[in-house]
Nanobody
């Protein structure tokens, strides 16, 4: 099992930046895939970005060239650097870990992009 705790959300103006962090309760070295998903009001949860143990990344088309996912195995933490934020990026962002075929989720952190 693994517990995930997100942080770093908040209110930011359009064009601004935020960095989200996801701290895991155990070593993430062997967790095959970790990622970020988001859910806006009235919408389904959607993939934002994922990263595997070997560093392979995958991004939603809507965030490519603006968001960057990374992992620090020594700190058991995954990050999501978000630049050039848009109002449509407003959502609750959830951290995800795929461990031995089971998906684990954090409690989410709110990101609001508004002037």
């Amino acid at each position: 099992q693994v517990q995930l705790v997100e942080s770093g959300g908040g209110l930011v103006q359009p064009g601004g930046s935020l960095r989200l962090s996801c701290a895991a309760s155990r070593s993430i070295f062997s967790i095959y895939r970790m990622g970020w998903y988001r859910q806006a009001p009235g919408k389904q949860r959607e993939l934002v970005a994922t990263i595997t143990t070997v560093g392979s990344t995958n991004y939603a088309d809507s965030v490519k060239d603006r968001f960057t996912i990374s992992r620090d195995n020594a700190k058991n933490t995954v990050y999501l650097q978000m630049n050039s934020l848009k109002p449509e990026d407003t959502a609750v962002y959830y951290c995800n870990a795929l461990l031995r075929g089971v998906n684990y989720w954090g409690q989410g952190t709110q990101v609001t992009v508004s002037s």
